[in-house]
């Protein structure tokens, strides 16, 4: 077969495996949103890209050389690639420095004619210089090293002595069979261990990340209160986080006749919020310890200042909404809060009050600039018989099917059941309003769902 054809031939082949490549590392980016599949895609692209740049500048030395710049970008993303494997830091800018100055004595040396291996060869060692060094410090890093690995850092160690000897064949016309039929080999060596090692580090990550989020739920789960029984007050509470950990904030706190029911929603759901919402736990907890003689207001009022500091520092843009409600004596209670209204059944006419919680202008947290005198309270009481739901918006907010276009739960089914369980222990009306949601939303929920209900029994405390 003519030289031309082969040359052709192996040129369609490799060309094929890029297109191949790219493709695929286009559909893993897709699916899952790892930093690794994305350089994947980069590596592929811009390896199509320096292809069709070199086929373009073919006019002189200078030309021939200026076309392979683009590979710098493959060899610097493979290294990424190859450093994840070990933690191996690349940092482009020593890198782009070296491209630079090689560059720069590439031209210098165009100029005053000098040979093509001698003129190329500084650019070309700059090009392939993310790739070498970083195989070296892996192999030093003292990391067991996976076979993918090994064959990943091969290929890389490979494809940077390929981008080396350009300066040394690419101006030999007899050579342009040998140099394809090496970038095919080596594009095929990477082509299989390059998505291997993208995916082991991707499986590692989602195991990490997954012991990480078991370790955060229960730490969360140890922290929501059981319903345990308070002198002249039933409670029954529920904690659902719709991921593994959630948002929502719920806490009881006894100190003497002093009893404090805490609850709240931070934006969002997910770990993120679940940090957020350990971090209120922790602050109002350290305040209530600090300060046992604390108001509801002067509670929230400090804990804003906390929880806008720290999630200023965090870069956070969440906050929480939240009540705190204390209960003084007997079932006299003290409440402060931004939140979802409250609703209290009385026994004594059968009805369901809607008590608003708008004591401050916005979620706590999101305004650092808030005085004391922008934060207040009110109070109310519960007389034997009477019930008190306080929840978040994922009960009133839970849609139908799973589709909130088909309608929301809202309140009028939590007044229902409040009225008609009145005489019911709140532990029957708790599981009929988890019935009901589920019924309701055919168990697809989006979001965290909390809720806790105190009834008032007869004796009272003294």
């Avoid at 590596?43 to 392979?68: D, E, K, N, R």
């Avoid at 000098?114 to 790739?131: D, K, R």
């Avoid at 850092?153 to 040394?168: E, K, P, Q, Y």
């Avoid at 003290?334 to 009805?351: E, M, P």
Wanted: hydrophobic share 50%; with cysteine; charged share 20%.
């Amino acid at each position: 077969m003519p030289t031309d054809a082969v040359i052709r031939n192996l040129l369609f082949l490799y060309s094929g495996v890029l297109v191949i490549n790219v493709l695929l590392s286009a559909v893993l980016w897709i699916r899952d949103r790892n930093p690794l599949f994305r350089a994947l895609l980069i590596v592929w692209t811009w390896t199509v890209v320096s292809l069709a740049f070199s086929g373009v500048m073919t006019g002189g030395t200078l030309a021939t050389i200026t076309g392979l710049l683009p590979t710098f970008a493959v060899n610097l993303m493979f290294a990424r690639v190859l450093g994840s494997t070990a933690s191996v830091a690349v940092p482009i800018k020593p890198y782009l420095g070296m491209l630079a100055a090689g560059y720069a004595t590439t031209v210098i040396l165009a100029l005053i004619d000098q040979g093509f291996t001698v003129t190329t060869l500084p650019t070309a060692i700059a090009i392939a210089m993310p790739s070498l060094v970083t195989a070296v410090r892996v192999l030093r890093s003292g990391r067991r090293l996976t076979t993918s690995t090994l064959v990943l850092l091969t290929g890389c160690v490979l494809f940077s002595l390929h981008n080396i000897d350009f300066a040394f064949l690419r101006d030999r016309p007899s050579a342009a069979t040998v140099g394809f039929t090496i970038a095919t080999l080596i594009v095929f060596a990477l082509s299989v261990a390059a998505p291997a090692v993208a995916l082991e580090r991707a499986t590692e990550q989602r195991a990490r990340l997954a012991t990480e989020l078991d370790v955060a739920r229960r730490i969360q789960s140890r922290i929501i209160p059981n319903d345990v029984p308070l002198p002249g007050l039933e409670m029954a509470s529920h904690v659902h986080p719709v991921e593994s950990v959630g948002g929502d904030y719920l806490d009881v706190y006894r100190d003497g006749d002093r009893c404090w029911f805490l609850l709240g929603d931070v934006t969002g759901h997910g770990l993120g919020a679940g940090l957020v919402m350990l971090m209120a736990q922790s602050t109002m907890s350290a305040l209530l310890r600090l300060r046992p003689d604390i108001s509801p207001r002067e509670l929230n009022f400090f804990a804003n200042r906390v929880l806008a500091a720290n999630l200023a520092r965090l870069q956070e843009r969440r906050h929480l909404t939240a009540v705190s409600l204390l209960r003084t004596r007997e079932n006299r209670f003290v409440v402060s809060g931004t939140h979802d209204s409250l609703l209290l059944y009385r026994a004594s006419s059968g009805t369901v009050e809607i008590r608003e919680m708008s004591h401050f202008p916005v979620g706590l947290g999101f305004a650092p600039d808030l005085s004391q005198g922008d934060f207040g309270e009110d109070t109310l009481e519960l007389f034997p018989g009477d019930t008190l739901l306080m929840f978040t918006d994922g009960v009133t907010e839970a849609a139908r099917d799973g589709d909130p276009r088909a309608g929301l739960f809202g309140t009028e089914p939590l007044v229902r059941l409040l009225e008609q369980h009145a005489s019911n222990p709140l532990s029957q009306l708790k599981q009929e309003l988890l019935d009901e949601l589920d019924r309701f939303t055919g168990r697809a929920y989006d979001d965290d769902v909390t809720f806790v209900a105190l009834r008032a029994r007869e004796e009272t405390v003294a």
